[in-house]
Structure formats: structure tokens, C-alpha cells
């Protein structure tokens, strides 16, 4: 099915566009690492280091800089066991991949492509600077129409980028890797959606795709979009 008739197509940022959760696996594994190899448990740890998770992004919000302060607040419970030097060698990995996102295969190309024919803007959550460097680092500034970075992705949220901008819902697409902030809620407020699975997608962004039958589209990576817009 081709969706000439979509006007605009949103595109989420994080692990659409570029990796992202990948390097908070990695930072989150390796503060992990130095407290197992004290004796202590995996799994416990793991659990422990979620609810603080959940807590951290229902009071803080989302960013790169909230999940340090997870890291420190750890850090300070156990502090007895690890020295601050170990935790600031993994905060300092962690903190140069927002400088240089690595975008996936196809990305830019894909883009330009259909820039000739709709409407580009992205659709990001979280911290409003952060996301918007990413943007512009990554060279996306100069390829989209621009670009929507808000707290959270809810159906409210889409329902006023709708309304703000004068778009029917019918002639709009949503692209992206959480069935949580990006599908689910396009599809519930009438729009289009089409999901690019990814195997490092952030827990907290997993949920049961809710799938509406021809608004509802799935690819397996990024370039194949082209299939159902040109």
C-alpha cells in the first residue's frame, strides 16, 4: 500500500533516527559490573536500579543528565564498596554519545528522498537542549521542516501538534521504534503509523503495539520506508 496521500510524516529521534538506549545499557551495565564483582547480586541490583528508574523519570523527566543522577544516587548507597573514580570514568563514556549520534543506515539518504514529496518534522521527548544538539549534530536540522521536542508523547500531545498546525490526522504518519510514545497513541488519535522495530528499545517505551488495520504498518529498518511513500 502506498500512503501518497500522507501530507506530513513525524519521526521520532531516539533509536529511529540514531542509537541512543544502547549507551545507557552500557553505562548501566558497567556501574552494575563493579558492584557484582563484590559479591553482590545481579538481579537485585538490576531491580533496584529499575524503581529508581521509574521514580527518576516521574519526578525528573527524561535526559541524559537524569540518568547520571540515577547513577550517583546508586553510587552513594554503595560508595563503601566502589570509588567515585570508577563512576566517573563510565559517566564520562556515557556522556559523549549525545555530542555524536550515529545514525542508523540509510537515514539521511532516506530522508532527502522523501523530502521532495512531504512534509519532514521530528517528533522527539525529553530534555529540550539535549534533543535539539542531537538534531543538529546529527545534520537532521537541515533536511526536516522542524522539529517538536516535548516532556512526553502522549495522545494529548499529538492531538495538539494536529490542531496547532492545521493537519488532519488522516493525512499524517507517525515513524517510530516505541510502541508507547510513538505508535499506540498515533494510531489512537487517527493518524497513520508505521513501526521500525529495535532491539535495544528502552523498557520504559515497551508496550503491546494496539494495531488499527490500514493505519498500522511495520518495517525492519529505516530505508524501507521509501517502499510505502514513493
Not at 521532495?116 to 529540550?128: A, I, R
Request: with cysteine; glycine share 4%.
Amino acid at each position: 500500500m502506498k500512503l501518497t496521500f500522507i501530507k506530513q510524516i513525524l519521526f521520532d529521534a531516539d533509536d529511529t533516527l540514531w542509537e541512543n538506549n544502547i549507551y545507557y545499557i552500557r553505562a548501566t551495565n558497567d556501574f552494575l559490573d563493579l558492584l557484582v564483582a563484590k559479591g553482590l547480586d545481579r538481579e537485585a541490583l538490576q531491580n533496584e536500579f529499575d524503581e529508581l528508574e521509574l521514580w527518576v523519570v516521574k519526578e525528573r523527566g527524561y535526559g541524559s543528565h537524569n540518568f547520571v543522577y540515577i547513577l550517583e544516587v546508586l553510587y552513594e548507597r554503595y560508595q563503601h564498596l566502589i570509588n567515585y573514580g570508577d563512576l566517573k570514568k563510565i559517566v564520562e563514556r556515557f556522556e559523549k554519545h549525545p555530542r555524536e549520534p550515529k545514525l542508523f543506515d540509510g537515514v539521511i539518504e532516506t530522508l532527502t528522498q522523501l523530502k521532495k514529496d512531504y512534509q519532514l518534522y521530528v517528533l522527539t521527548k525529553g530534555d529540550f537542549k539535549e534533543q535539539e544538539q542531537k538534531i543538529i549534530n546529527a545534520g537532521i536540522d537541515k533536511i526536516v521542516n522542524g522539529y517538536f521536542i516535548v516532556p512526553e508523547k502522549e495522545d494529548e500531545v499529538y492531538k495538539q501538534i494536529l490542531l496547532q498546525n492545521n493537519w488532519r490526522a488522516e493525512e499524517t504518519c507517525m515513524v517510530g521504534n516505541s510502541p508507547k510514545s510513538d505508535i499506540n497513541p498515533a494510531l489512537r488519535v487517527g493518524m497513520y503509523a508505521i513501526y521500525i522495530p529495535y532491539a535495544d528499545t528502552w523498557k520504559l517505551d515497551y508496550e503491546e503495539i494496539e494495531p488499527v488495520e490500514a493505519r498500522f504498518f511495520q518495517v525492519e529498518k529505516f530505508c524501507d520506508l521509501i517502499d510505502y511513500f514513493s
